[in-house]
């Protein structure tokens, strides 16, 4: 089993930055897609930006070109520079990992960090 563990959340004013890390351990696995997901409360979780094993990278429309995922395959880490913060990214942001085990490589297994609140004040 993968386990993840965020880390970087806060407060922060309009206009400034955070990023956010999220390291995965656990044994006998191999990460493909590592993302980041918000929600609002009593709202479903919805994708923010994801990145495959290779670099690919796709983005909400609502964060481009102020959002930059990356991460750090030796070290099963994923990140997320957030900057031109905006009040409305408030919310809690979660890691998300799609991976198999070696053991068993043809079924995808997904797991989810404990989420990070993000409070951006105007």
């Known amino acids: 089993q993968v386990h993840l563990v965020e880390s970087g959340g806060g407060l922060v004013q309009a206009g400034g930055s955070l990023r956010l890390s999220c390291a995965a351990s656990?044994?006998?696995?191999?990460?493909?897609?590592m993302g980041w997901y918000r929600q609002d409360p009593g709202k479903q979780r919805i994708l923010v930006a994801v990145?495959?094993?290779?670099?690919?990278?796709r983005y909400a429309e609502s964060v481009q070109g102020r959002f930059t995922i990356s991460r750090d395959n030796t070290e099963n880490t994923v990140f997320l520079q957030m900057d031109s913060l905006k009040p409305e990214a408030t919310a809690i942001y979660y890691c998300?990992?799609?991976?198999?085990?070696?053991?068993?490589?043809?079924?995808?297994?997904?797991?989810w960090g404990q989420g990070t609140p993000i409070t951006v004040s105007s």
């Open positions: 990145i495959t094993a290779a670099g690919g990278t």
């Open positions: 656990g044994t006998d696995f191999n990460i493909n897609t």
């Open positions: 998300n990992a799609d991976y198999y085990r070696e053991s068993v490589p043809w079924t995808t297994l997904a797991a």
